[in-house]
């Protein structure tokens, strides 16, 4: 963990860099001090058919869902949701400048009884 | 919200119009009044690998998730859940008539404290 | 149900089999004796942008969400989780050789109330 899915529709391929935006929203996570680099998966997925509002071709949007285990305070939930939705609201400004982005986030809790890993990038970064 | 999130297998690609299947679904979502027409995002994501039952060529599914804000009562969500439902299930209607489709809906409320949004689009639509 | 999605880097489409792997996770559903051939939905979806630790072109990820719906013990669920986990990681064994693969799974009931279904599938293996 933390695991972080991008969702956005396929006309921002050509407007937005995509790939830029993963890492932005990595880096972003990262400085909050509440991962290892090794933990951190943001990933992004297009979607070639949709329908966003009144359909308008110009109409895009990009969801961002974190998940996160548990043990962090209500007050690092906040802070991490805050500080990814913002860094990616800022990368996507020039978008916003027209009526046709909607920018969203949902962060979420995963039990730990729920859950299984299996994690070989630590080694590169795990000195002990 | 609310987010609309279809997924479906590559082999549906050609037997069903997944563009227009988007545009129904925000139909039967916007008819139910709960939403504003600016705040409506379905997509549609295809996955090219999938093993669905006992691997039959012809076997497809098509996977529908909504999730909503908090506030609506049962009898909304149930309204919603049967409204998109019924909607996906008459358009997807001839493939049903083979042994070879699967179509399943969930419905989720996502909690306040944990969401961020920033919606461009509500500016062609609000009037104040 | 079950409903088993899983997410991977494109990096991966020429270094693992997702189409068996996606066999695979099946098999090991399925070997749990809880669900019917007719009902599972196994399915891969690649993502293309991504950032990953520290961005190296090596780093990998599969993710793995199983949903199923109400009514098994926690000791199902612990059994499903570990089955499906374990022989992902099988699979996937060569790449743990190096420092960079990770694996995920969570696993996570859906409450009927909020549930939806249609399955024409099942009409090739029920008998009655």
Known sequence: MPHIT???SANLEQRADMKALCMHVRDAALATGLFETGAIRVRAF?????????????DAFVHIDIR????RTEEDK????????DRAAEELAPLFETPHLA??????EVPPE????????HRRFRKN
Do not use: T
Request: charged share 25%; hydrophobic share 35%; with cysteine.
């Open 6 to 8: 991008l969702e956005y």
């Open 103 to 108: 920018l969203s986030l949902y962060l979420q």
């Open 114 to 121: 729920s859950s299984w890993k299996k994690n070989g990038i």
């Open 68 to 71: 996160i285990g548990r043990g």
């Open 46 to 58: 297009r979607c070639d058919h949709y329908a966003i509002a009144d359909d308008h071709p110009d």
């Open 78 to 85: 906040k802070m991490l949701g805050q500080a990814v939705f």
